[in-house]
């Protein structure tokens, strides 16, 4: 099933994002965006799905995402048992492309940084000592702000780039991304992506567009030949797909994690997008 494009709004005092995650468990679904991501992972574990490729992550895990590569990270049952002792806690990066540009990348000095950007493309992982010096890095920038934090930014690139990594994707993986370049479509698909496990109603999402909820209706069939209450639950199931393929939850558990309102409901929208029963696809992917 296809990702879904995340549009990333930056602060107006800063050209690329940096934060810091705390909260109970991953939930962005199977998505992309123009740009590249640096993610460092200080306590949780699961797997990351990266193009092709499905990896084990924990404490001490640093990645690097090129633009458009379709990417999510999934955490293991345990938390998602309200257990205050599991959660999330990590460091995101973002930025784009146009942060160095072509002209920039053409200078002997910026060699590493060229190498790094265009290995990028397929998803980097980078050995713990690397991830332990990038992660101290990260950490003063977040105390930092201004050009300080831009110098301590080009600095992490750098030696990322000078250090040994392994790439995510496989060798034949090959990206086909349709980028969502319609304004208004971005805006519907960033609120419905951040929205989606829960219940959003016609109403609401019609404002976000600017639109009345007729209009809005004609408008999003126009666009994607389906309803939005088609798009919903598609990304509802294709993030239920991740879990059912390599999780172990329950097939309840999973139908509330993906925004149904009851367990029947999953199944027959399940059945009715992929063909099968959650747990006949679940049963698909067994060893």
């Not at 458009?68 to 257990?83: A, E, R, T, W």
């Not at 790439?167 to 929205?195: C, H, Q, V, W």
């Not at 809005?216 to 993030?239: D, M, P, S, W």
Request: hydrophobic share 35%.
């Amino acid at each position: 099933m296809k990702p879904f494009k995340e549009v990333i709004n930056y602060p107006v005092d800063n050209s690329f994002i940096i934060k810091y995650d705390d909260f109970p468990h991953f939930t962005f679904p199977w998505h992309f965006h123009d740009e590249y991501e640096i993610v460092y992972i200080i306590k949780s574990f699961g797997k990351k799905f990266v193009g092709d490729s499905v990896l084990e992550f924990g404490p001490g895990d640093l990645s690097i995402f090129g633009s458009k590569l379709p990417h999510f990270y999934m955490n293991d049952q345990v938390y998602y048992n309200n257990d205050p002792n599991f959660i999330v806690n990590a460091i995101v990066v973002q930025f784009p492309p146009s942060y160095f540009p072509p002209s920039q990348l053409q200078r002997p000095e910026f060699g590493s940084v060229k190498k790094l950007l265009n290995r990028a493309s397929v998803g980097l992982s980078f050995l713990s000592e690397t991830a332990v010096n990038g992660g101290e890095i990260l950490m003063e920038m977040l105390r930092t702000n201004g050009m300080e934090r831009h110098l301590l930014f080009v600095k992490l690139i750098n030696y990322l780039g000078n250090c040994e990594s392994k790439p995510i994707a496989t060798i034949d993986y090959t990206n086909s991304i349709d980028d969502l370049g319609e304004p208004r479509m971005a805006k519907i698909y960033r609120f419905t992506t951040r929205n989606y496990n829960r219940k959003i109603s016609l109403e609401e999402v019609s404002s976000i567009a600017g639109m009345n909820s007729a209009a809005f209706c004609r408008f999003f069939k126009q666009k994607t030949g389906k309803t939005f209450a088609q798009f919903v639950n598609e990304l509802r199931i294709n993030y239920s797909c991740k879990f059912l393929k390599h999780g172990i939850q329950t097939v309840a558990n999973i139908s509330n994690e993906s925004g149904f309102n009851n367990l029947s409901n999953f199944n027959r929208q399940f059945k009715r997008f992929i063909g099968k029963s959650p747990s006949e696809y679940r049963e698909l992917f067994k060893e």
